[in-house]
């Protein structure tokens, strides 16, 4: 995959995760959140929305995909996390406007600064010079591939100045004594 090809799809996922990451962060922590108020029970769906925004934070924080996924995401969360923690900036209407779940979720995010804290990891695994490398290919396994060939084994030449070789000795002769070669 080429470079431009790699960061463009990261900004792309980076895009379309930071809000569907918010979204299932405040759902998923509201869910959990009002099972706990109301009957003191786990909830389960809450939790496994959890998971699944947990996977796609360490997916974008580990990634090879591109730096720029876990910068853009970031950026989101840390602008978000920080609107959040200051009060006099703090939305209250807009979580008046939301739907009971995410109003929870919502609520629990401004004071923890849960959000601002993830930016700041997505901003940092995006930070290392070592990720915005490609890839660099293995080297080719020599086992593979066509055959190499065999360099051919030929007799050695005949060279009339070296002395002729000795027969070689058959069985019980080796006490024998030979004839000299000419």
């Known amino acids: ?7 463009i799809l990261g900004v792309v996922a980076g895009l379309l995760l930071t809000p569907l990451l918010m979204l299932g962060l405040m759902y998923g922590s509201g869910q ?3 099972a706990f108020r109301t ?5 389960w769906l809450g939790a496994a929305v ?3 925004c947990a996977v796609a934070l360490g997916f974008l924080a580990g990634s090879r995909l591109s730096p720029l996924a876990s910068l ?5 969360f840390t602008g978000m996390g920080a609107v959040l923690l200051i009060p006099m900036l703090y939305p209250s209407d807009l979580a008046d406007l939301l739907p009971a779940p995410l109003r929870w979720g ?11 804290i993830a930016g700041i990891l997505l901003l940092t695994a995006s930070a290392f010079p070592s990720r915005w490398r490609a890839a660099r290919p293995a080297p080719p396994d020599p086992s593979y591939g066509p055959p190499q060939r065999q360099q051919q084994q030929y007799p050695p030449a005949f060279d009339p100045f070296q002395p002729a070789s000795a027969p070689p000795a058959g069985p019980g002769e080796d006490d024998r004594i030979r004839p000299m070669p000419r």
């Open 1 to 7: 995959m080429s470079k431009a090809a790699r960061h």
């Open 32 to 34: 959990v959140a009002y």
């Open 39 to 43: 009957d003191f029970s786990p909830s």
């Open 50 to 52: 959890l998971a699944a």
């Open 72 to 76: 853009v995401t970031g950026l989101g």
């Open 106 to 116: 919502f609520d629990m995010f401004g004071p923890t600064g849960v959000l601002f």
